[in-house]
């Protein structure tokens, strides 16, 4: 039974200071807490990111996808184990900080994209969040890299006012020391590092940004004018949102000068792995892009027996993005409205007076039942006023709260929508009962999606 006095809830009446309104709620509502540099996922937060989880998992599995776990990278580093036309398409996923799927083709990726898309839109519709997705656009032509001169301009705001190109077409190169030896990260220009991450891509147990002096040492050049090509004295890791990029700009590691038409995976080699900040990836929830199957070495045969290079798609959903643009779109001057899909709780069961015993004993059978019927219900046992305990069931955007007070002499309960703030008085009997048809769980795509390309 989940208890409210047992879990960790920690609700602010006090506005926090954050611009961003999704992120002043989740903190008022004790999902979130942050500093400067990280975001702390609380109790509610995580189990509404699992349900987050479970519903792309249901749309992803209906569309025909396949769930792997890579460590720090990608599952089509296996694809080179596929070996026949026969066993095209296939759509792979998996659950790192973001949904990373895969896609395989053989003639044309357009119905993986297609199948992804309305996947993708289905995902947002349930977790309630609306968006379009976001196909990353570059510059056309299979080009080398061209160097131009770049006088004075330092920072990624500042090569893209000169170029004409947005940030997201420029590559970030960051050098950082990973337990005393350098290495290259590689953001999209719109990104921030997260250092934990690159820990974790590199094994190091401690990572901090280089100083100018050594910098230059390796490089021969300032911050500023930094890129990886022709790179070799240290390893390089780029986030996995440059794969498929292609006609980028860096810098050229020669002071005031830039390059343009830097395609990664071509113009240079890394490893691509999850290295961003998850709260600086601006309200970009998805985005597709193609992949070049070269940096895999992938082939397999076609009908004729022939050696061809399959097609290969990317497509990637921000988990917690989902959370944080849910809170912005749903809630109220007194906190936030979840929708049932990814709230914490289907709903909230509160004993007017937690002191009475026949409320306390209503309020553990109706929780009995809940458990029985599988809806996972919070128990406010909390020794609070009524006040209190309706201000933070408000505020924590349960969808329903079971009020159990003095109508229960009669034999009923007062059932609250938190959305509507409609009440229904039910008999006790009936309460759960009714919540089960009030919450229905959304079916996935039917089967004939997923069969479409057999």
């Given at each position: 039974?989940?208890?409210?006095?047992?879990?960790?809830?920690?609700?602010?009446?006090?506005?926090?200071?954050?611009?961003?309104?999704?992120?002043?709620?989740?903190?008022?509502?004790?999902?979130?807490?942050?500093?400067?540099?990280?975001?702390?996922?609380?109790?509610?937060?995580?189990?509404?990111?699992?349900?987050?989880?479970?519903?792309?998992?249901?749309?992803?599995?209906?569309?025909?996808?396949?769930?792997?776990?890579?460590?720090?990278?990608?599952?089509?580093?296996?694809?080179?184990?596929?070996?026949?036309?026969?066993?095209?398409?296939?759509?792979?996923?998996?659950?790192?900080?973001?949904?990373?799927?895969?896609?395989?083709?053989?003639?044309?990726?357009?119905?993986?994209?297609?199948?992804?898309?309305?996947?993708?839109?289905?995902?947002?519709?349930?977790?309630?969040?609306?968006?379009?997705?976001?196909?990353?656009?570059?510059?056309?032509?299979?080009?080398?890299?061209?160097?131009?001169?770049?006088?004075?301009?330092?920072?990624?705001?500042?090569?893209?006012?000169?170029?004409?190109?947005?940030?997201?077409?420029?590559?970030?190169?960051?050098?950082?020391?990973?337990?005393?030896?350098?290495?290259?990260?590689?953001?999209?220009?719109?990104?921030?590092?997260?250092?934990?991450?690159?820990?974790?891509?590199?094994?190091?147990?401690?990572?901090?940004?280089?100083?100018?002096?050594?910098?230059?040492?390796?490089?021969?050049?300032?911050?500023?004018?930094?890129g990886p090509i022709?790179?070799?004295?240290?390893?390089?890791?780029?986030?996995?949102?440059?794969?498929?990029?292609?006609?980028?700009?860096?810098?050229?590691?020669?002071?005031?000068?830039?390059?343009?038409?830097?395609?990664?995976?071509?113009?240079?080699?890394?490893?691509?792995?999850?290295?961003?900040?998850?709260?600086?990836?601006?309200?970009?929830?998805?985005?597709?892009?193609?992949?070049?199957?070269?940096?895999?070495?992938?082939?397999?045969?076609?009908?004729n027996g022939t050696?061809?290079?399959?097609?290969?798609?990317?497509?990637?959903?921000?988990?917690?993005?989902?959370?944080?643009?849910?809170?912005?779109?749903?809630?109220?001057?007194?906190?936030?409205?979840?929708?049932?899909?990814?709230?914490?709780?289907?709903?909230?069961?509160?004993?007017?007076?937690?002191?009475?015993?026949?409320?306390?004993?209503?309020?553990?059978?109706?929780?009995?039942?809940?458990?029985?019927?599988?809806?996972?219900?919070?128990?406010?046992d909390r020794d609070?006023?009524?006040?209190?305990?309706?201000?933070?069931?408000?505020?924590?955007?349960?969808?329903?709260?079971?009020?159990?007070?003095?109508?229960?002499?009669?034999?009923?309960?007062?059932?609250?929508?938190?959305?509507?703030?409609?009440?229904?008085?039910?008999?006790?009997?009936?309460?759960?009962?009714?919540?089960?048809?009030?919450?229905?769980?959304?079916?996935?795509?039917?089967?004939?999606?997923?069969?479409?390309?057999?």
């Open positions: 039974m989940n208890l409210w006095s047992k879990l960790f809830i920690p609700t602010l009446r006090s506005e926090p200071s954050e611009t961003d309104v999704g992120t002043r709620f989740l903190i008022r509502a004790g999902y979130i807490r942050r500093d400067a540099a990280n975001i702390a996922f609380l109790p509610l937060a995580r189990r509404a990111l699992r349900k987050v989880v479970q519903v792309i998992r249901d749309e992803m599995d209906a569309i025909g996808g396949q769930e792997f776990h890579v460590e720090h990278s990608n599952p089509l580093k296996l694809a080179r184990e596929l070996r026949s036309y026969k066993q095209l398409p296939q759509i792979w996923y998996q659950f790192q900080s973001r949904l990373e799927s895969y896609s395989i083709d053989l003639n044309s990726a357009d119905e993986s994209f297609r199948m992804h898309e309305k996947a993708f839109q289905r995902i947002l519709n349930r977790c309630g969040v609306r968006s379009s997705p976001a196909v990353e656009s570059d510059p056309p032509g299979d080009f080398e890299p061209q160097e131009f001169h770049t006088p004075n301009i330092k920072t990624i705001a500042e090569v893209a006012a000169f170029t004409g190109l947005p940030e997201t077409s420029q590559i970030k190169s960051l050098v950082m020391v990973a337990d005393g030896k350098p290495v290259m990260a590689l953001l999209r220009g719109d990104r921030q590092l997260d250092d934990a991450k690159l820990a974790a891509a590199t094994g190091a147990s401690e990572i901090r940004a280089a100083q100018p002096e050594e910098i230059r040492a390796w490089l021969g050049a300032d911050a500023g004018s930094l022709g790179v070799r004295e240290m390893p390089i890791f780029a986030d996995e949102a440059l794969l498929g990029r292609r006609n980028m700009i860096c810098g050229a590691n020669r002071n005031d000068f830039h390059l343009r038409h830097v395609t990664p995976g071509k113009d240079f080699a890394a490893e691509f792995v999850d290295l961003a900040r998850e709260d600086e990836t601006s309200a970009e929830l998805y985005t597709s892009s193609r992949l070049s199957p070269k940096r895999f070495d992938l082939s397999v045969t076609n009908e050696e061809v290079v399959p097609l290969l798609g990317r497509h990637s959903l921000s988990l917690q993005r989902i959370l944080f643009d849910a809170a912005e779109l749903n809630h109220d001057n007194d906190g936030l409205i979840l929708p049932p899909s990814i709230a914490p709780f289907s709903a909230v069961v509160t004993p007017v007076f937690v002191a009475d015993e026949s409320q306390r004993k209503a309020a553990a059978d109706i929780c009995t039942a809940a458990e029985t019927a599988n809806i996972d219900v919070l128990l406010d609070e006023r009524p006040g209190v305990k309706f201000k933070d069931a408000d505020l924590i955007g349960i969808p329903y709260r079971i009020n159990i007070g003095k109508k229960l002499a009669q034999g009923f309960v007062e059932l609250v929508e938190r959305r509507s703030r409609h009440v229904t008085d039910v008999p006790i009997a009936a309460c759960i009962p009714l919540l089960a048809k009030t919450i229905p769980v959304p079916e996935p795509l039917g089967q004939a999606e997923s069969c479409s390309r057999a």
